[in-house]
Nanobody, 116 residues
Framework: QVQLVESGGGLVQAGGSLRLSCAASRSFFNINVMGWYRQAPGKQRELVAQITIGRSINYIDSVKGRFTISRDSAKNTVYLQMNSLKPEDTAVYYC??????????WGQGTQVTVSS
């Protein structure tokens, strides 16, 4: 059974930093894409950052230069380092992991709140 466990959300002042982690269970083999999405109240879920097995990385324009996605393949874990946080970064952040065999799975979501 595939499980994704997220951690690292919380409340931070503008300009602060948070690091999100998402660990996929060891039964999740051959992961090819790991990413982070977010959904703010009243808005659609959007892709924030994505990293592939080939280390290809994409970011949404609004977080470029502030957020860094990385992965530890040995631990089936993806991280999102968020620096210089802004109030508009406030949202529930979801990790997403997929493989050709298992398909895509979502984490439970973690709240990030940035106060001004």
């Amino acid at each position: 059974q595939v499980q994704l466990v997220e951690s690292g959300g919380g409340l931070v002042q503008a300009g602060g930093s948070l690091r999100l982690s998402c660990a996929a269970s060891r039964s999740f083999f051959n992961i090819n894409v790991m990413g982070w999405y977010r959904q703010a109240p009243g808005k659609q879920r959007e892709l924030v950052a994505q990293i592939t097995i080939g280390r290809s990385i994409n970011y949404i324009d609004s977080v470029k230069g502030r957020f860094t996605i990385s992965r530890d393949s040995a631990k089936n874990t993806v991280y999102l380092q968020m620096n210089s946080l802004k109030p508009e970064d406030t949202a529930v952040y979801y990790c997403y992991v997929s493989s050709p065999a298992a398909g895509g799975y979502w984490g439970q979501g973690t709240q990030v709140t940035v106060s001004s």
